[in-house]
């Protein structure tokens, strides 16, 4: 199986930047050329298959709103500078068919929408038209949280309908950790059951990208309320995706997350 020409016969890492001063965790923010594409270089020669960069903020739980101009200078600006240091596939990570349309010109290969095809109605439209692979996340109204697995399994089969409308095939699928909040069951265990349960979306049939990295349900299990103090609880969560067959985790921290890969793809060789 491949994603964007990388071959994932193991599990693979995709880099997160964000250029997003909004961003939830400051640490992953870069502001300057500089400090951008040093890091770029630093998750690539850490082991990053892929680069996803962020211009604004998803966060559900944030007050995260810029206009709309601002979020395709930051991505315009953040895609140059990161294809000019670095040779690996580059991902925006944006709800916006005009900021998807605008960083694809300079340079991206990939579009993530965390809306699955389901906000922007031009977002199908512009992958199709540019013929790049896609991340589509689950996106829904959740009408009944008693099941989780179900939920966002039924919220990708619509999003892959969309593309497969438009002639798109070249898909992974985001199980959305951390953005279908539930009161009751509460958010954190939500998403425990999702990443437990994640081999069921190989029903799917289409690589699964995770993105797990000091987000709110590890701060909520562990009692770590700043995202700075999540690593180890992130790293934790990630060795459990990989056992329950992740292809890609997306990630801020590239050198550690990698290790937890390499240790928990080699302890479950030996799964009986």
Known sequence: MKFAGVNLDEPRVMGVINVSPESFYKGSVRNDEKALAETAVRMVEEGASFIDIGANSTAPYLETQIPLEE??????????????VVDVPVSIDTTSARVAEEALKAGADIINDVTGFKGDPEMAR???EYGVPVVLCAHGNVRDFSDPVRTVIEFLEESLT??????IRDIAVDPAIGFLRSEWPPWYEWDSKVIANLNLLKLLGRPILVGISRKSFIGAITGRTDPSERLAGSLSATAIAVLNGTDIVRT??????LDAIKVAGFIGRFST
């Open 162 to 167: 969309i593309a497969e409308e438009h002639g």
């Open 252 to 257: 801020r921290d590239v050198r550690e997350t």
């Open 126 to 128: 512009v992958a199709s």
């Open 71 to 84: 979020e395709i200078r930051r991505a315009v600006w953040a895609v140059k500078v990161v294809k000019d």
